[in-house]
């Protein structure tokens, strides 16, 4: 009986940490899921890098066709233009974080979302894209990762085609065939005169 009663009083004990244990757990950082978001980006700014930026630029546009973005706190939300990633390549962010930005943003299910612009002054205070997300209110990275991959998969594909065409991507005009110069006519060999018999042969 007495141990029963001892079972009962710690049990208040007991849930108190697991509950405690279960929320520092659901807190965590997605390390993983950072690593892996990370290196994606880093892929997407290789392609962007090789490629067209207005094509990649377009690319971007036409993968978050439909979605309305939050650019300020205050801000009507709108769809994404070409504009708008000119504006952001202009604060110094590679194709590959603008993005993981956008994927953040587009992706938020809290009740007070925040804006792009909020989240990218919260990068830049130094917050690694798996706290950031901690704090929006992700329980992991897997749905951004996702997005970022779709992007960096049409973006692969405006890669290949500039490598298969790299005289129209650059603009470069095809120089014309040349056509081959004609043969010279065969020169027609000249005959030597026979020579003469030596006497005594």
Do not use: C
């Not at 009962?8 to 405690?20: D, F, G, K, R, S």
């Not at 950082?29 to 290196?39: Q, S």
């Not at 973005?69 to 110094?92: C, H, I, S, W």
């Not at 938020?108 to 690694?128: D, F, H, W």
Request: aromatic fraction near 4%; charged fraction near 30%; hydrophobic fraction near 35%.
């Amino acid at each position: 009986m007495r141990k029963i009663r001892i079972a009962l009083h710690a049990l208040p004990l007991i849930l108190t940490a697991v509950l405690i244990a279960g929320q520092a757990f659901a807190q965590e950082v997605d390390a993983k899921g950072e690593k892996e978001l990370t290196a994606v980006g880093q892929k997407i700014d290789k392609t962007g890098a090789a490629a067209d930026s207005g094509r990649v630029t377009t690319r971007i546009v036409d993968e978050w066709k439909g979605t309305k973005f939050k650019f300020d706190a205050n801000g009507t939300p709108r769809e994404l233009t070409a504009q708008d990633v000119q504006d952001l390549r202009a604060k110094r962010l590679g194709f590959g974080e603008i993005s993981i930005l956008l994927a953040l943003t587009a992706k938020q299910t809290g009740s007070t979302p925040k804006s792009v612009n909020e989240i990218l002054a919260m990068r830049q205070k130094g917050e690694g894209w798996g706290k950031l997300a901690r704090d929006l209110g992700y329980r992991n990275l897997g749905s951004v990762i996702a997005s970022v991959k779709a992007t960096d998969k049409g973006l692969a594909k405006v890669g290949t085609e500039r490598a298969q065409q790299p005289e129209k991507a650059a603009g470069v005009d095809k120089p014309d065939k040349m056509d081959k110069p004609d043969k010279p006519e065969r020169i027609q060999r000249v005959e030597r005169p026979e020579r003469p018999e030596r006497p005594g042969r």
